[in-house]
């Protein structure tokens, strides 16, 4: 995908790519995982920080934030229109394997749903991914490696972290004037469903997600299996159907054990992360429907 643009062009490569073994290795920032503190789960909004990244581009307006949650730091971007308040619609975006929350795509989703529709837009890095990790950039497939590591040793824990890192970070951001507490969407393939299935299900305030390039297999697929069945909101899920990482037959099978009752299924040809160039402004397209017509019901 080119550079962070309001369009997309080419195939949406990229989201979770490269070998799934490898050692552990690296610099690694912070505890693994852990609930929600009772202090910020009834005590306020999680603190958040702003670090020195605050640019401005064609109306959208990028930060660069920095929640802690106990003791814990979670670095992440918003994207808004650069005038006007809320309550607007929040959707979270998870990147995928070996990324991080500049991904050109997961930029360029964020835009599209800034510029072309007035919604807020959130990410964090994933769990050994981006900022999470101390030193300079590490080549990806040894991120993807890492990751592959710890979703094999430590699934359950690290969605269990990664789970209450997205929930603190969307209660911080939703106490912010310009995001307020609007309705709130999910969009991430890959990855970016793996952590992201059990985040919508832990949450009642999404109101739509977009899910995919993900089925009934890996190390958390039990956990997978459990949570499928707790999300009710509306989705939109995209399989690509020569995938060989995760293969369609076990997508189809995630997707029909989703508890939402309006759910559509998108099946592509291709591999994995070989998505079509539309995939964006469907996405968009699908969460702002959904999104405005639940701010509208909040607003009567």
């Known amino acids: 995908m080119s550079a962070p643009s309001n369009a997309a062009d080419g195939p949406l490569e990229g989201p979770l790519e490269g070998p799934l073994e490898g050692p552990l290795e690296g610099p690694l920032e912070g505890p693994l995982g852990g609930a929600l503190s009772p202090d910020e789960r009834d005590g306020g909004s999680p603190a958040l920080t702003w670090l020195d990244e605050d640019l401005l581009r064609d109306g959208v307006r990028q930060r660069r934030f920095d929640v802690l949650r106990a003791g814990r730091r979670i670095p992440g971007l918003l994207w808004t229109p650069a005038e006007g308040e809320g309550p607007r619609p929040l959707v979270l975006l998870g990147h995928g394997g070996s990324g991080s929350k500049r991904q050109d795509y997961v930029v360029a989703m964020a835009r599209r ?111 997978i299996a459990r949570d499928a069945p707790r999300v009710r909101c509306p989705v939109l899920f995209f399989v690509q159907w020569d995938d060989v990482m995760f293969p369609h037959d076990l997508a189809i099978r995630l997707w029909e054990a989703l508890g939402s009752r309006e759910k559509r299924l998108v099946a592509n040809p291709g591999g994995h992360g070989e998505l079509p160039p539309d995939v964006l402004e469907t996405s968009a397209q699908f969460l702002a429907a959904h999104l405005a017509d639940d701010r509208t019901e909040q607003e009567r």
């Not at 101390?134 to 699934?155: K, R, T």
């Not at 990855?191 to 739509?208: K, N, Y």
């Open 113 to 223: 749903l800034v510029h072309d529709h007035g919604i807020s837009a959130a990410a964090i890095d994933g769990p050994v991914h981006g900022d999470r990790r101390a030193g300079p950039p590490a080549p990806s497939a040894l991120v993807l490696a890492e990751f592959a590591q710890l979703w094999a040793n430590d699934g359950d824990a690290m969605t269990d972290g990664i789970v209450a890192d997205w929930i603190a970070s969307l209660d911080a951001l939703q106490s912010l004037p310009d995001v307020g507490n609007g309705p709130a969407g999910w969009w991430g393939f890959s990855m970016g469903t793996i952590t992201g299935l059990p985040v919508v299900a832990a949450d009642g305030r999404f109101r739509a997600a977009v899910l995919g390039l993900m089925g009934f297999t890996g190390p958390t697929r039990e956990r």
